[in-house]
């Protein structure tokens, strides 16, 4: 979209190459989907947006909200990977560790067991 300089509005949409997105139902929309110069134009149409002066605060919140999202994500597959390691084991082995996954940090270190490469965390 370009904006108006001299109200900071929107005047309209670029137009992509080609004519490409147009109504008249030609099958140069196909086949610029298909020789991907339309999903170029997309890429390069999206840089732009996203080097814009007003656009460059929103992204970087948006990056960080991102990143938020798959550390919450990455910390919950770990805990989940932990919690099926855990009930796999037998109930003695289960019994014995029980203590130490109330607190966050002995948790941590008892995470640490599921590490091992012969997958023998009830030795543990």
Known sequence: MQADSVHGGIVGAPTPPGGIGGL??????????????????????????????????????????EMRKAQRLQRKMK???FKEKVMESDYD????????????????????F??????DFSKW
């Open 79 to 81: 805990a989940l990977e």
């Open 93 to 112: 082995a289960q019994k014995n560790v029980a203590p130490f996954l109330e607190n966050r940090v002995l948790r941590k270190i008892v995470q640490t």
């Open 24 to 65: 008249d139902g030609g099958g140069d929309n196909i086949q610029s989907i298909m020789d991907g110069s339309y999903g170029k134009w997309i890429e390069s149409s999206f840089k732009e947006f996203c080097e814009r002066p007003e656009n460059k605060l929103q992204m970087v919140k948006h990056q960080q909200s």
């Open 114 to 119: 599921t590490n091992d490469p012969r997958n």
